[in-house]
Protein backbone atom coordinates (compact mmCIF):
# COMPACT_ATOMS: atom_id res chain seq x y z
CA UNK A 1 0.00 0.00 0.00
CA UNK A 2 1.59 3.21 -0.68
CA UNK A 3 1.78 5.68 1.65
CA UNK A 4 -0.55 9.19 1.80
CA UNK A 5 1.28 12.07 1.79
CA UNK A 6 0.23 15.28 2.20
CA UNK A 7 2.34 18.34 0.89
CA UNK A 8 2.40 22.06 2.28
CA UNK A 9 3.40 24.67 0.52
CA UNK A 10 3.42 28.84 0.39
CA UNK A 11 4.43 29.67 -2.61
CA UNK A 12 5.47 28.17 -6.21
CA UNK A 13 5.47 24.48 -5.38
CA UNK A 14 8.06 23.50 -7.70
CA UNK A 15 9.42 20.81 -5.02
CA UNK A 16 5.50 19.86 -4.70
CA UNK A 17 5.58 19.51 -8.83
CA UNK A 18 8.36 17.24 -8.25
CA UNK A 19 7.01 15.29 -5.81
CA UNK A 20 3.96 15.28 -7.44
CA UNK A 21 5.71 13.84 -10.49
CA UNK A 22 7.86 11.26 -8.59
CA UNK A 23 5.23 10.08 -7.16
CA UNK A 24 3.30 9.11 -10.45
CA UNK A 25 5.93 6.02 -10.93
CA UNK A 26 4.34 2.67 -10.50
CA UNK A 27 7.08 1.53 -7.78
CA UNK A 28 6.88 4.71 -5.75
CA UNK A 29 5.94 3.76 -2.22
CA UNK A 30 3.90 7.39 -1.72
CA UNK A 31 1.04 8.61 -3.50
CA UNK A 32 0.46 12.59 -2.93
CA UNK A 33 -3.37 12.81 -1.46
CA UNK A 34 -3.65 16.26 -0.68
CA UNK A 35 -1.52 19.33 -1.19
CA UNK A 36 -2.35 21.99 1.64
CA UNK A 37 -1.81 25.85 1.34
CA UNK A 38 -1.40 28.53 4.06
CA UNK A 39 -1.90 31.46 0.99
CA UNK A 40 -4.86 31.28 -0.78
CA UNK A 41 -3.24 32.14 -4.19
CA UNK A 42 0.05 30.48 -4.27
CA UNK A 43 1.03 29.72 -7.51
CA UNK A 44 1.79 26.12 -6.18
CA UNK A 45 -2.12 24.94 -5.56
CA UNK A 46 -2.82 25.90 -8.92
CA UNK A 47 -0.22 23.46 -10.56
CA UNK A 48 -1.72 21.10 -7.84
CA UNK A 49 -5.28 21.24 -9.18
CA UNK A 50 -4.01 21.02 -12.64
CA UNK A 51 -2.27 17.78 -11.69
CA UNK A 52 -5.78 16.76 -10.15
CA UNK A 53 -4.52 16.61 -6.90
CA UNK A 54 -6.72 17.68 -4.07
CA UNK A 55 -6.13 20.64 -2.40
CA UNK A 56 -7.08 23.02 0.85
CA UNK A 57 -6.15 26.50 2.23
CA UNK A 58 -5.69 26.91 5.63
CA UNK A 59 -4.92 30.47 5.86
CA UNK A 60 -3.21 31.48 8.84
CA UNK A 61 -4.38 35.09 8.92
CA UNK A 62 -7.96 34.10 9.83
CA UNK A 63 -6.16 32.97 13.15
CA UNK A 64 -4.38 35.58 14.30
CA UNK A 65 -1.71 35.03 16.30
CA UNK A 66 -3.19 31.69 17.80
CA UNK A 67 -0.70 29.28 16.09
CA UNK A 68 -2.35 26.18 17.73
CA UNK A 69 -5.69 27.09 16.49
CA UNK A 70 -4.00 27.11 12.99
CA UNK A 71 -2.84 23.95 13.62
CA UNK A 72 -5.78 22.08 14.59
CA UNK A 73 -7.04 23.44 11.25
CA UNK A 74 -4.23 21.80 9.46
CA UNK A 75 -4.24 18.99 11.45
CA UNK A 76 -8.51 18.29 10.85
CA UNK A 77 -7.53 18.80 7.25
CA UNK A 78 -4.82 15.98 7.03
CA UNK A 79 -7.45 13.38 8.89
CA UNK A 80 -9.62 14.32 6.66
CA UNK A 81 -7.19 12.87 4.25
CA UNK A 82 -5.74 9.71 6.15
CA UNK A 83 -2.27 11.47 5.84
CA UNK A 84 0.08 9.25 7.18
CA UNK A 85 3.74 11.40 5.71
CA UNK A 86 4.14 15.63 5.97
CA UNK A 87 6.37 17.16 3.10
CA UNK A 88 7.20 20.46 3.60
CA UNK A 89 7.93 22.20 0.65
CA UNK A 90 8.56 25.71 1.03
CA UNK A 91 6.25 26.52 3.90
CA UNK A 92 6.69 29.41 5.41
CA UNK A 93 5.14 28.84 8.98
CA UNK A 94 7.01 28.16 11.98
CA UNK A 95 5.32 25.28 13.44
CA UNK A 96 4.96 24.47 17.05
CA UNK A 97 6.60 21.71 19.08
CA UNK A 98 2.62 20.53 19.82
CA UNK A 99 2.12 20.07 15.99
CA UNK A 100 5.75 18.62 15.04
CA UNK A 101 5.47 16.28 17.85
CA UNK A 102 2.19 14.80 16.06
CA UNK A 103 4.62 13.99 13.09
CA UNK A 104 7.87 12.83 14.91
CA UNK A 105 9.64 10.86 12.06
CA UNK A 106 6.84 11.05 9.87
CA UNK A 107 7.31 15.06 8.85
CA UNK A 108 9.65 15.57 5.98
CA UNK A 109 11.02 19.70 5.04
CA UNK A 110 13.85 20.70 2.11
CA UNK A 111 16.58 23.49 2.97
CA UNK A 112 18.12 25.03 0.21
CA UNK A 113 21.64 24.77 2.12
CA UNK A 114 24.07 22.16 3.37
CA UNK A 115 22.81 21.75 6.73
CA UNK A 116 23.76 22.80 9.68
CA UNK A 117 25.10 25.60 7.44
CA UNK A 118 22.84 28.18 6.60
CA UNK A 119 20.20 27.23 8.52
CA UNK A 120 16.89 30.04 8.23
CA UNK A 121 16.69 32.57 5.03
CA UNK A 122 18.78 33.75 2.14
CA UNK A 123 21.21 30.70 1.77
CA UNK A 124 22.48 31.62 -1.24
CA UNK A 125 23.06 35.18 -1.14
CA UNK A 126 25.05 34.12 2.70
CA UNK A 127 26.81 31.20 1.08
CA UNK A 128 28.20 33.43 -1.43
CA UNK A 129 28.97 36.08 1.30
CA UNK A 130 30.53 33.69 3.31
CA UNK A 131 32.69 32.21 0.44
CA UNK A 132 31.59 28.63 0.40
CA UNK A 133 33.28 26.63 -2.66
CA UNK A 134 30.61 23.90 -1.69
CA UNK A 135 27.15 24.69 -1.07
CA UNK A 136 23.89 22.56 -1.77
CA UNK A 137 20.20 21.56 -0.39
CA UNK A 138 19.62 19.19 2.45
CA UNK A 139 16.12 17.02 3.33
CA UNK A 140 15.44 16.27 6.90
CA UNK A 141 12.79 15.10 9.27
CA UNK A 142 11.26 17.83 11.12
CA UNK A 143 12.01 18.59 15.06
CA UNK A 144 11.18 21.49 16.97
CA UNK A 145 13.87 23.63 16.37
CA UNK A 146 13.65 24.99 12.37
CA UNK A 147 15.91 23.56 10.24
CA UNK A 148 17.60 21.34 12.35
CA UNK A 149 16.16 17.95 12.29
CA UNK A 150 18.08 14.47 11.37
CA UNK A 151 19.10 14.69 7.74
CA UNK A 152 18.13 12.25 5.53
CA UNK A 153 20.10 12.88 2.23
CA UNK A 154 21.96 15.74 0.98
CA UNK A 155 23.23 17.06 -2.67
CA UNK A 156 26.12 19.22 -3.31
CA UNK A 157 27.03 21.94 -5.92
CA UNK A 158 30.20 23.12 -6.54
CA UNK A 159 30.53 27.13 -6.23
CA UNK A 160 31.85 29.09 -8.82
CA UNK A 161 33.71 32.59 -8.51
CA UNK A 162 30.91 33.45 -11.26
CA UNK A 163 28.07 32.49 -9.56
CA UNK A 164 25.49 35.09 -8.53
CA UNK A 165 22.78 34.35 -5.86
CA UNK A 166 20.47 33.30 -9.00
CA UNK A 167 22.52 31.17 -11.05
CA UNK A 168 23.48 29.45 -7.46
CA UNK A 169 19.75 29.29 -6.63
CA UNK A 170 18.82 27.72 -9.85
CA UNK A 171 21.59 24.65 -9.57
CA UNK A 172 20.73 23.97 -6.03
CA UNK A 173 17.13 24.15 -6.92
CA UNK A 174 17.81 21.38 -9.65
CA UNK A 175 19.34 19.44 -6.89
CA UNK A 176 16.33 19.84 -4.59
CA UNK A 177 13.91 18.45 -7.05
CA UNK A 178 16.50 15.51 -7.75
CA UNK A 179 16.69 14.81 -3.68
CA UNK A 180 13.21 15.22 -2.56
CA UNK A 181 11.73 12.80 -3.99
CA UNK A 182 14.28 10.43 -3.20
CA UNK A 183 14.71 10.99 0.20
CA UNK A 184 10.60 10.51 0.61
CA UNK A 185 11.04 7.15 -1.12
CA UNK A 186 13.19 6.13 1.45
CA UNK A 187 10.88 7.31 3.85
CA UNK A 188 7.61 6.16 2.73
CA UNK A 189 9.24 2.49 1.79
CA UNK A 190 10.56 2.78 5.31
CA UNK A 191 14.33 2.40 4.23
CA UNK A 192 15.19 5.14 6.59
CA UNK A 193 13.48 5.66 9.79
CA UNK A 194 13.45 8.36 12.82
CA UNK A 195 15.55 6.64 15.86
CA UNK A 196 16.81 7.73 18.76
CA UNK A 197 17.28 11.01 16.93
CA UNK A 198 18.71 9.71 14.09
CA UNK A 199 18.35 8.62 10.57
CA UNK A 200 18.79 4.73 10.86
CA UNK A 201 18.43 2.66 7.72
CA UNK A 202 20.51 0.17 5.09
CA UNK A 203 23.27 2.67 4.14
CA UNK A 204 24.94 3.56 1.07
CA UNK A 205 23.38 0.70 -1.37
CA UNK A 206 26.42 1.77 -4.30
CA UNK A 207 29.68 2.64 -3.91
CA UNK A 208 29.94 6.59 -2.81
CA UNK A 209 30.78 9.04 -6.00
CA UNK A 210 34.39 10.28 -6.15
CA UNK A 211 34.80 13.36 -3.99
CA UNK A 212 33.66 16.65 -4.89
CA UNK A 213 36.85 19.61 -4.88
CA UNK A 214 36.68 22.92 -5.84
CA UNK A 215 38.58 24.56 -7.42
CA UNK A 216 38.74 21.36 -9.55
CA UNK A 217 42.56 20.46 -9.13
C1 LIG B 1 12.98 25.87 -1.88
O1 LIG B 1 14.22 26.43 -2.15
C2 LIG B 1 13.01 25.09 -0.60
O2 LIG B 1 14.24 24.48 -0.36
C3 LIG B 1 12.74 26.15 0.44
O3 LIG B 1 11.80 27.01 -0.15
C4 LIG B 1 11.93 26.94 -1.57
C5 LIG B 1 10.58 26.56 -2.09
O4 LIG B 1 10.56 26.55 -3.50
N1 LIG B 1 12.31 25.55 1.68
P1 LIG B 1 9.35 25.85 -4.25
O5 LIG B 1 8.08 26.50 -3.74
O6 LIG B 1 9.41 24.39 -3.96
O7 LIG B 1 9.57 26.15 -5.71
Not at 103 to 108: D, I, K, N, Y
Not at 156 to 167: F, H, K, M, P, R
Not at 187 to 200: F, N
Not at 203 to 213: D, M, R, T
Request: hydrophobic fraction near 50%; aromatic fraction near 4%; charge should be neutral.
Amino acid sequence: MKRRVAILISGRGSNMTALIEAARAADFPASIALVVSNVANAAGLTAAREAGIATAVVDHKGFGKDREAFERALQEALDAHGIEIVCLAGFMRLLTPWFVRQWEGRMLNIHPALLPAFKGLDTHARALAAGVRIHGATVHFVIPEMDSGPIIMQGAVAVGDDDTEQSLAARVLAVEHAIYPAALRLVASGAVVLRDGRCSGPGHKAEPPPPLIMPVL
